[in-house]
DNA sequence: CTGAAAGCGCTTACAG
DNA sequence: CTGAAAGCGCTTACAG
């Protein structure tokens, strides 16, 4: 039982230099022998001796303070990054940005200091930018405060977000999904199997990931010369009519719960899908998030949609990172990249029906 | 587009003081203002000005050697904290800890960087604490590596485990769940429900925790005057035979693999669980691990078992560490919490079967 | 109310 | 080969 109550007390390389009889310099050679030769053996014998008697510890603080890098990577994130319930947003993009940061030898600081505003969390508190305690940050989130990515581009921090993002105060560097592409794609699909009236269901909201999915389906509709229906997700019974009354054979929509409400609909009105109406989801949904869904209970149903890579996403986000940190990548330039989204076939596209006019 | 190259420098409390007017310890003075008084409203209004301006953020490293403390709370596992399937050991501890340092202020520092050795993470990398950068430390993992957990007893760093440890260096603080009890009291169960041979299947290696379920098990067994039967997981079939052989009518197992291997073999010889056999786990199986499981295929069995809190633990061990941080605890003193865990009623157990002599 | 100074633990030129 | 010194960015007594 110890009786000792002084708080613990680092030993720091002054004492073991007074131990080994030399000066607080020396045992900083001897601890970063990069040269190697220039300690005397003895010396430099004296200090290891020294060093192990007392369980000196580098005081990395000081190090650093000294060296500069911390060698430490922020993440930040707008909501809790481990939720209650079993649904996980960001797992797969933290899973890559884990591994990564590993690979690359840097530690992870997760910002959950800055308490919540408004039930979401802040970059900036009382004007100072928490994430200057790491030497740059990965940012994610389904929601973007403006305000924020403006003024954090504005200060030139070191800085990559996971998604497409856009600021006026400049060019951000993002790692995001090309929905743009993959919405085009899925509708080409969706043409070759004959549908001539495809609509699009998205947000209402104006997001980045929003307005690229839109981007995709008006690029698809404008090659083909056909007219967009270009729907909001506000009223599912009110899109489910519009689609029947516009003799819609198939419907890009924008989320997985969307789909699920518009199949519920199509169900109810005795329209099979696929073989009435072909439903493709722009995304897939996170599997590890489907549990907490209100929705869960509707039975399993194989999408037709594209991948999101989510753990490349948070990997790729982590090395441009670390690009920039090193020089490698100019810091006035910003890399934005977007990877591509696989397709996947499900069962709720098939041949547009026969007997619809084209 | 921009064209500097020069790497993004940090910008001091000198240069804002300079752009203020001001000496730097003013600067300080502004930036912690817990007087609030000291400062002329004129001067005040320069500096945060002048912050505003060069968007300065505090360096964390200077202020933490200058005594004060970071507010980041380090979190070691042995593994990868967000593994690439849908299996997450760390998950709900993860978020107890998650919350509990967004409530005390905290940040989290994921220690991603020591790389692995042999496959595992280490604490110590060229004789130094990693975790040393962190005002102390959450520690937790299936796995222990036992000179490390020595050491840092013997350092006196402050940190906490989650999950019980043991260490010869002296008393390891930790927050545990009480397996003794939980294991005693379904024990207490059975034999309340008739069973009168209970034997118990457990790991061979011998962790804190396997060892609490044993001493759970020996205890009740002492009380009822029973000889105890304590099998080892190795070979499932020959468990399974010495359990006929023993006329054993109700197993407590350890894991929810081995009572699903035992379930199965009951099966394929004729036995109904729990009509002939009754099977009690030793703790549920985190719901968010259960899908990465080989196993997984096998229906779903609603297990009689008890409730591991882990999301408490990890709140709990927060709490612990912020109280030592704080001074609230005393260094020397070493905090031991075994958290209760609650029976869970599945229907894999039932009344001993009539047969059975007892 | 404000400035000048000391010092936290460390690394790294710079002299001897 | 070794010691003394400077300085990384900060906070906090200590004088004025």
């Known amino acids: 039982m110890q009786h000792v109550t002084q708080r613990r007390k680092r030993v720091t390389q002054a004492e073991v230099a007074r131990l080994a009889g030399v000066s607080q310099a020396m045992v900083s050679l001897v601890l970063n022998d990069s040269d190697g030769v220039r300690v005397a053996p003895e010396t430099r014998k004296r200090v290891e001796e020294a060093l192990r008697q007392t369980g000196y510890t580098v005081d990395i603080m000081g190090r650093r303070l000294r060296g500069k890098s ?24 933290l899973g890559g940005i884990e591994e990564e940061s590993e690979a690359q030898g840097f530690d992870l600081l997760l910002f959950t200091s800055p308490g919540r505003r408004q039930g979401r969390r802040k970059v900036y508190e009382k004007g100072s930018n928490r994430l200057g305690i790491a030497d740059g ?27 497409r993002r856009e ?42 990931s929003t307005a690229d999915r839109r981007d995709g389906y008006l690029r698809a509709c404008r090659r083909h010369r056909k007219t967009p229906l270009a729907l909001t997700d506000v009223d599912p019974s009110a899109v489910f009519e519009r689609l029947r009354a516009d003799r819609v054979t198939a419907a890009l929509v924008e989320t997985t719960e969307m789909a699920v409400a518009l199949h519920a609909l199509a169900m109810n009105s005795g329209l099979r899908v696929p073989e009435d109406l072909s439903i493709g989801v722009l995304g897939d949904t996170d599997p590890t998030q489907t549990s907490s869904w ?8 194989d999408w037709t949609t594209f991948r999101i890579p989510r753990r490349e996403m948070g ?21 934005q990249v977007l ?8 069962s709720t596209v098939a041949e547009a029906p026969r007997t619809t006019a084209r």
């Open 137 to 163: 940050c990965i940012l994610l989130g389904r929601h973007t405060d403006r305000d924020e990515l403006d003024r954090l581009v504005d200060e030139r921090f070191p800085f990559v977000f996971i998604g």
């Open 339 to 346: 990877l591509p989204c696989e397709l996947v076939d499900g």
């Open 315 to 335: 990997s790729r986000a982590v090395r441009i990172l670390v690009g920039m940190l090193r020089g490698d990548i100019e810091p006035g330039r910003r890399s």
């Open 167 to 208: 600021s006026s105060a400049g060019p951000v560097s993002y790692v995001g999904g090309d929905y743009a592409a993959a919405t085009a794609a899925l509708h080409e699909r969706l043409w070759s199997l004959g549908h001539r009236r495809v609509a699009l269901v998205g947000y209402r909201e104006e997001s980045e």
């Open 294 to 301: 209100p929705l869960r209970a509707t039975p399993e149903i």
């Open 70 to 93: 911390n060698r430490i990577l922020g993440v930040f994130t707008y909501e809790a990054v481990f939720p209650s319930g079993t649904a996980d947003f960001y797992g797969p993009f």
